[in-house]
C-alpha cells in the first residue's frame, strides 16, 4: 500500500509554501524598488544660453561691443541688415 499523505498534511505544506514565496515576492519588491530608487539619474537643470548678436550673412557671433560695419568672417553689411539676436 502506497502511503498517502492526508489532505490536511498537503493543505499545511502548500500554505507554508506559499508563505514563503509571499514573504520572497515581497523581498524581491522591496530590493526593486530601492534599485530603481539608486538608478534614477536627477534630471540635467535646462541650459541657460544668452542669445548673442549673430551675423545674418555667416550667423557667426558679432564679437561684444563691436560697432563694425560689416562683418569681420564674411564681410556682411550690417547697413542692410542689423545683426540678429540668436
Ligand atoms: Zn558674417
Redesign the pocket.
Known amino acids: 500500500m502506497a502511503s498517502r499523505r492526508s489532505i490536511r498534511d498537503e493543505t499545511t505544506e502548500l500554505r507554508v509554501r506559499l508563505g514563503e514565496l509571499e514573504a520572497r515576492v515581497s523581498w524581491l519588491a522591496r530590493r526593486l524598488a530601492k534599485a530603481e530608487k539608486a538608478l534614477k539619474v536627477p534630471a540635467a537643470p535646462p541650459l541657460k544660453v544668452k542669445p548673442k548678436r549673430r ?6 557671433e ?1 564679437p561684444r561691443g563691436s560697432r563694425a560695419r560689416r ?6 553689411d550690417f547697413k542692410a541688415v542689423k545683426p540678429f539676436l540668436g
Do not use: E, H, L
Not at 55 to 60: E, S
Not at 71 to 76: E, V
Open positions: 551675423c545674418p550673412g555667416c550667423f557667426f558679432v562683418c569681420a568672417y564674411c564681410g556682411f
